[in-house]
């Protein structure tokens, strides 16, 4: 079963690459280069995750954190764990959602 997952996983990213893990109720943390990422034709990006009052962590924890959550499974959550979740984790060593 847990290859079956796998696949159906694999499968659905490829398909929809931005409600894959939504559906499946699952992410895994991954690496992928900015080229490969999926944006939908006329979208624009905005980073704006200072709503808080926590200062940055040094760049080896911040790389350390990354590195240790590498290729796991998580459950998704879209008010819980979400990936502005995993990026304040790894950049100030919380894990806080502001949107």
């Known amino acids: 079963e847990g290859q079956l997952m796998k696949s159906v996983r694999t499968y659905l990213q490829s398909i ?4 894959g893990d939504l559906l499946l109720g699952e ?3 991954r690496r992928v ?3 490969e990422v999926n944006v939908p034709k006329g979208a624009h990006v905005l980073i ?12 080896e924890d ?4 990354s590195n240790t959550l590498l290729n796991q499974d998580f459950p998704y959550d879209l ?5 502005e979740h995993f990026a304040t984790f790894v950049r100030y ?3 806080v959602c502001n949107q």
């Open 48 to 59: 704006s995750n200072n709503r808080h009052a926590f200062a940055p962590s040094a760049p």
């Open 16 to 19: 929809l690459p931005i409600c």
């Open 62 to 65: 911040m790389k350390l954190r």
């Open 33 to 35: 280069p900015l080229g």
């Open 93 to 95: 060593g919380k894990a």
């Open 79 to 83: 008010f819980g764990l979400n990936c």
């Open 27 to 29: 992410t895994r943390i």
